[in-house]
């Protein structure tokens, strides 16, 4: 299993969205590659007031470095999960340890996607596949999937590359250069997207995960439950630090 002094197997204070809830019983390690799972759930096996909150009957994973950090090339070997489930590599969450900031106004939530894709398009109509990459700078108060209508305004918030692959056919590698003057997107050792550093320099943890979402082309009315369950399946995950 991961190893829980460096990894939350979910996401405190953050049950999920609309469309899914988190669940630690979704993630999973075996023979060396860590698995998070979409699985769909018989509405009838979710509890009662899931269902009269509106929450659809499926359920997705996470994990969560206990540790945030600063700066570094971050790099990891993973495949898509073989559905039309968005999955995701990021750096997340600077005020986890001051939660009257985050509910407050005045203060700022960030986000640093390295990765963003869909693991497979069941509708042809949808291709090209894209790796995306952006940046996040929420205004305070903010709560997960709720309140994070408000944004800064910031140059070159994303991009996004067209690859002639399905993420969910074989491993490949993602990375981000994360520097305090500029922050470079990578896939499979070739660059996609730069931009300067404006505002990202606080720590922040090491994110993955799996969301059934209606995302870019993705759909979640068009998700067929006999494609799940499936996994989003990461070989490993390495940061380097200029000494």
Known sequence: ???????????????????????????EVRDGFLSLYARNVKPEEMAYEDREDGILPFTCAIIKSRKKVKYGYFECRARGNAAEVRDAFWLYDPL???LSKKVRPGSHSEEIDIYEFIGKYQDPSCLPYEI???????????????????????????????????????????????????MVWYVDGKEYFRRDNDFFHTPLHVMFDCEIASWRRASVQRLDPATLPAFHSVDWFRRWVRQ
């Not at 056919?169 to 990375?175: I, N, Q």
């Open 132 to 182: 995306c990459a952006h940046v996040h700078r929420f205004e305070t108060p903010y709560v997960e999937g709720l309140v994070n209508h408000t944004k800064t305004r910031l140059e070159n918030p994303g991009g996004a590359v067209a690859v002639d692959w399905a993420p969910c056919d074989g491993y490949h590698l993602y990375g981000l250069l994360w520097t305090e003057k500029e």
């Open 1 to 27: 299993g991961i190893d829980k002094a460096k990894w939350w197997d979910f996401a405190p204070r953050w049950r999920g969205r609309r469309e899914f809830l988190y669940s630690h019983r979704n993630v």
């Open 96 to 98: 986890s340890g001051q």
